[in-house]
């Protein structure tokens, strides 16, 4: 079994910057799609952003949520090792676990239903207060 290793997360200040991380267990694993969620206390998984992760085709390489447009922005390494979630322009309704997950189907406009990724992480905690 594939397990993902979530890193990154820890207490900031609204308007600081968090940098996570995603690392599969097994190098071999090669997953077609990647996706960042999260889950504030009371409320269901939401998609924040999903990423085409092999050559596969889709028609867009990026997803994100409305709500973080312009503020975060999720991307792999060269070696497509890791993937990653830059949290810019933190707000406290940021605050959640934020979960990694992965999966074999491609990319698509539906990236962020839970039941596309068959691997999930522990989750890393993300809060924003001051």
């Known amino acids: 079994q594939v397990h993902l290793v979530e890193s990154g997360g820890a207490p900031v200040q609204p308007g600081g910057s968090l940098r996570l991380a995603c690392t599969a267990s097994?190098?071999?694993?090669?997953?077609?799609?990647m996706a960042w969620f999260r889950q504030a206390p009371g409320k269901g998984r939401e998609g924040v952003a999903g990423?085409?992760?092999?050559?596969?085709?889709?028609?867009?390489?990026?997803f994100y949520a409305d709500s973080v447009k312009g503020r975060f922005t999720i991307s792999q390494d060269a070696g497509k090792k890791t993937v990653y979630l830059q949290l810019n322009n933190l707000k406290p309704e940021d605050t959640a676990m934020y979960y990694c997950?992965?999966?074999?189907?491609?990319?698509?406009?539906?990236?962020?239903?839970?039941?596309?990724?068959?691997?999930w992480g522990q989750g890393t905690q993300v809060t924003v207060s001051s």
């Open positions: 997950a992965a999966g074999r189907n491609y990319l698509s406009a539906f990236w962020y239903i839970e039941d596309r990724y068959e691997y």
């Open positions: 097994e190098n071999t694993y090669s997953p077609n799609s």
């Open positions: 990423i085409a992760t092999s050559g596969g085709y889709t028609k867009y390489p990026y």
